[in-house]
């Protein structure tokens, strides 16, 4: 079955910068990528997601990339705000999302004021 | 607003006890999911379903059951509840042919 792999496990940033998360998959099958934010107490919720299809795409300030020869995927946060502190989940699935989920293990995300 | 619910939101319980999680939704969706999340370990897929006659079996099933009663519920149980099984328990659905999976606000269950 698919493995996905994340990393950092914890991330601090400077209010401002930027904000890089990692992870790889091991299914070359999969090839849908989504990234859910979970706030503090709150549900996980999908911020953005690419297709294998695709090599990046963008959505203001967050935009993730796939290359998929190496199989991996990054989400990057610039010019992050404090409503930026959340845990991020990287996932991967097969038929573009329309099948089951694997999610990466997650990153706590703060951002230092 | 269509939403997806769950019940209880908190439980404490002993070992050995049954537990039932329940888990509606008013989304129309057909699809429903069962995570369970711990410290460290991101989310977990328990059971999934695809329509009322489809069950599945997830990542980490050993121990627990579900029932799919109707298209808007999905129950998940612990026939007998051991203290590795508190952790933070997620409900999700989603739509055949979609991408995204909505989630439930999660129970938090504690197993002493």
Redesign the interface.
């Known amino acids: 079955?698919e493995n996905v792999e994340?990393h950092p496990?914890t991330l601090s940033v400077q209010e401002g910068d930027s904000a890089v998360i990692k992870c790889t998959y091991s299914d070359s099958a999969s090839n849908?990528f989504?990234w859910y934010k979970q706030e503090l107490g709150?549900?996980?919720?999908?911020i953005i997601?690419i297709r294998s299809n695709v090599g990046e795409k963008k959505d203001q300030r967050i935009a993730v990339t796939l290359n998929k020869t190496a199989k991996h995927f990054s989400l990057h946060i610039t010019e992050t705000q404090p409503e930026d502190s959340a845990v991020y989940?990287c996932a991967a699935?097969r038929n573009?999302?329309?099948e089951?989920?694997?999610?990466?293990?997650?990153t706590r995300l703060t951002i230092i004021p | 607003d269509a939403d997806v619910t769950q019940t209880p939101r908190n439980r404490i319980t002993k070992t050995g006890k049954r537990i039932m999680l329940e888990c509606s939704q008013t989304k129309g969706h057909d699809r429903m999911?069962w995570?369970r999340q711990d410290p460290?370990?991101?989310?977990?897929?328990i059971y999934?379903s695809f329509d009322v006659k489809d069950i599945?079996k997830?990542?980490i099933s050993d121990g627990y059951s579900v029932s799919r009663q109707a298209q808007a519920k999905f129950s998940l149980s612990l026939e007998s509840a051991i203290p590795n099984q508190t952790a933070l328990y997620?409900c999700a659905t989603g739509l055949?042919?979609?991408?995204?999976?909505f989630?439930?606000?999660?129970t938090r269950l504690t197993v002493l």
């Open positions: 079955g994340q496990s849908y989504p709150k549900r996980p919720q999908l997601d989940f699935s573009f999302g329309n089951k989920l694997t999610f990466g293990t997650g | 999911y995570y460290g370990l991101g989310l977990q897929l999934y599945n997830g990542e997620f055949a042919g979609g991408q995204e999976q989630f439930g606000p999660g």
